[in-house]
């Protein structure tokens, strides 16, 4: 469910039409709703009535501070990856004891940072980490919250790129080494064992994968405490899958909370989730504007003034992104087949092969929807474009949460050298 209609002939975010945006704006540009994020949050915690539920939303998807703060009044926490995303998410206004720190490459500064802030766990994802983590700990004289994060050898299904919990994959520590490795956090100094952790991956269209995991995990937990060692919570990560056209139908939030309701059920565990995509996926938008068609041979370019640099998930995983006008299209106007691509100087700068759209003339514009996760965090400034703005809207009003850069900004960073200038 999202907040994005036709209403009066022009495609909405909440009450303010797309055509006003981008006319302030300008394209490309991303647009959220407001609602929209509000409203996954809220499902999901309706969803986990009942249990005990940390929701640390996992900043990745979506790490804008206004994004991040209008969760943060929702009561989520954040999963972050980065020093980055810690200092983001407490500038926001999420509590430092809401907030979980994942990732395989985790810094001692990093580490350090956390431990000041007083975070809520380390998700470890090796013995290296843990070794350095305990060092650490023990320098800044605070002890650190851990989970190991197991890889459960586990195939979540959905594209291999997004796929983390096989045994091939970088994440985790190898199923068979967890116990050995929780036996030596409970003798290392500074470390104080909370839980375990799980990520299978991410656009997940099947609990199946997920329960297995879980599965897994729960009587791993089990086995560890029998060993002595204080297995409070399960974190059971991200990787709710979302739909992103007509006839996808990702589980819902309820299946997916009862189902580890029911795995979980009678052994008192806090549960914590690390939803990302769910939540800011359908909530934005990027606006665009049609600049060009180009008919070749056998096909017929559409090209438009986003690129792969403001929206790389077609190129990176074969993304889909459904593609609307925001001039509502009325039942007689004609239809067309495009490749869609954008002006980058890259042949994966294309968005969809073969779709056909409702004809496009240049200057219309256009929204690719479902684009609030992983859009505008993964862009770049390559080719020497502006990096995209977003805009937040709420109810009928909207604002700038961050505005196209000016060239001076883009280049303030750089510097040459005073020999290059004196020779010239
Ligand atoms: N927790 C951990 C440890 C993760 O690595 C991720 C995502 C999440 C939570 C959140 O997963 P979500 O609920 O959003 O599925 N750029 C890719 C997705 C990469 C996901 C990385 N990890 C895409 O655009 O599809």
Redesign the pocket.
Request: with cysteine.
């Given at each position: 469910m999202h907040h994005f209609n036709y209403s009066g002939g022009h495609l909405h975010c909440e009450g303010v039409s797309l055509e006003t945006v981008a006319g302030d704006v300008g394209t490309p540009c991303y647009v959220y709703s407001s609602a929209t994020l509000v409203r996954h949050a809220n499902v999901i915690a309706e969803a986990f009535r009942g249990q005990s539920v940390l929701i640390a939303y996992?900043v990745?998807?979506n790490g804008n501070l206004a994004v991040l703060a209008t969760l943060a009044a929702q009561g989520c926490g954040a999963?972050v990856?980065s020093g980055g995303e810690l200092m983001r998410a407490r500038k926001a206004g999420i509590p430092a004891s809401k907030i979980v720190f994942?990732?395989v490459g985790k810094t001692a500064a990093e580490m350090a940072l956390a431990l000041e802030q007083g975070i809520h766990q380390f998700?470890v994802e090796s013995a290296g980490e843990l070794r350095l983590l305990s060092e650490v700990a023990v320098k800044v004289g605070r002890d650190a919250p851990i989970a190991l994060?197991v890889n459960p050898d586990v195939a979540a299904g959905g594209?291999p790129?997004?796929s983390?919990g096989k045994s091939g994959d970088k994440?985790g520590v190898p199923w068979g080494e967890a116990e050995a490795l929780y036996a030596e956090a409970a003798r290392l100094p500074g470390i104080r064992t909370v839980g375990v952790d799980v990520?299978i991956?991410?656009?997940?269209g099947d609990l199946t994968p997920m329960r297995a995991a879980f599965e897994k995990v729960v009587t791993l937990a089990l086995r560890l405490r029998g060993q002595g060692h204080d297995i409070r919570r399960i974190d059971v990560?991200?990787?709710?899958?979302i739909p992103y056209k007509d006839g996808d139908a990702p589980p819902p939030p309820t299946a997916y909370a009862a189902m580890i309701a029911e795995v979980t059920a009678g052994h008192g565990f806090e549960v914590i989730l690390?939803?990302?995509?769910?939540?800011?996926?359908n909530a934005g938008v990027l606006l665009t504007t049609a600049l060009y068609e180009k008919q070749a041979p056998d096909r017929t370019f559409l090209i438009i003034d986003a690129g792969m640099n403001d929206l790389i998930?077609p190129a990176?995983?074969g993304?889909h992104h459904d593609i609307l006008p925001l001039a509502e299209p009325d039942a007689g106007h004609a239809r067309k087949t495009y490749d869609v691509v954008g002006p980058i100087c890259e042949s994966t700068d294309k968005f969809a092969s073969e779709r056909e759209l409702p004809e496009v003339a240049p200057g219309d514009r256009l929204a690719f929807m479902s684009a609030g996760?992983?859009g505008a965090v993964?862009s770049s400034a390559y080719n020497a474009r502006p990096l995209v703005p977003e805009v937040l809207v709420n109810g009928d009003r909207y604002d700038i949460i961050r505005r196209r850069p000016t060239f001076e900004e883009m280049t303030g960073l750089e510097h040459v050298p005073e020999w290059l200038t004196m020779e010239a």
């Amino acid at each position: 469910m999202h907040h994005f209609n036709y209403s009066g002939g022009h495609l909405h975010c909440e009450g303010v039409s797309l055509e006003t945006v981008a006319g302030d704006v300008g394209t490309p540009c991303y647009v959220y709703s407001s609602a929209t994020l509000v409203r996954h949050a809220n499902v999901i915690a309706e969803a986990f009535r009942g249990q005990s539920v940390l929701i640390a939303y996992s900043v990745k998807a979506n790490g804008n501070l206004a994004v991040l703060a209008t969760l943060a009044a929702q009561g989520c926490g954040a999963d972050v990856v980065s020093g980055g995303e810690l200092m983001r998410a407490r500038k926001a206004g999420i509590p430092a004891s809401k907030i979980v720190f994942s990732g395989v490459g985790k810094t001692a500064a990093e580490m350090a940072l956390a431990l000041e802030q007083g975070i809520h766990q380390f998700n470890v994802e090796s013995a290296g980490e843990l070794r350095l983590l305990s060092e650490v700990a023990v320098k800044v004289g605070r002890d650190a919250p851990i989970a190991l994060r197991v890889n459960p050898d586990v195939a979540a299904g959905g594209h291999p790129n997004i796929s983390t919990g096989k045994s091939g994959d970088k994440f985790g520590v190898p199923w068979g080494e967890a116990e050995a490795l929780y036996a030596e956090a409970a003798r290392l100094p500074g470390i104080r064992t909370v839980g375990v952790d799980v990520h299978i991956g991410s656009q997940i269209g099947d609990l199946t994968p997920m329960r297995a995991a879980f599965e897994k995990v729960v009587t791993l937990a089990l086995r560890l405490r029998g060993q002595g060692h204080d297995i409070r919570r399960i974190d059971v990560g991200g990787g709710l899958g979302i739909p992103y056209k007509d006839g996808d139908a990702p589980p819902p939030p309820t299946a997916y909370a009862a189902m580890i309701a029911e795995v979980t059920a009678g052994h008192g565990f806090e549960v914590i989730l690390e939803p990302g995509r769910v939540i800011a996926g359908n909530a934005g938008v990027l606006l665009t504007t049609a600049l060009y068609e180009k008919q070749a041979p056998d096909r017929t370019f559409l090209i438009i003034d986003a690129g792969m640099n403001d929206l790389i998930r077609p190129a990176l995983y074969g993304a889909h992104h459904d593609i609307l006008p925001l001039a509502e299209p009325d039942a007689g106007h004609a239809r067309k087949t495009y490749d869609v691509v954008g002006p980058i100087c890259e042949s994966t700068d294309k968005f969809a092969s073969e779709r056909e759209l409702p004809e496009v003339a240049p200057g219309d514009r256009l929204a690719f929807m479902s684009a609030g996760a992983y859009g505008a965090v993964l862009s770049s400034a390559y080719n020497a474009r502006p990096l995209v703005p977003e805009v937040l809207v709420n109810g009928d009003r909207y604002d700038i949460i961050r505005r196209r850069p000016t060239f001076e900004e883009m280049t303030g960073l750089e510097h040459v050298p005073e020999w290059l200038t004196m020779e010239a």
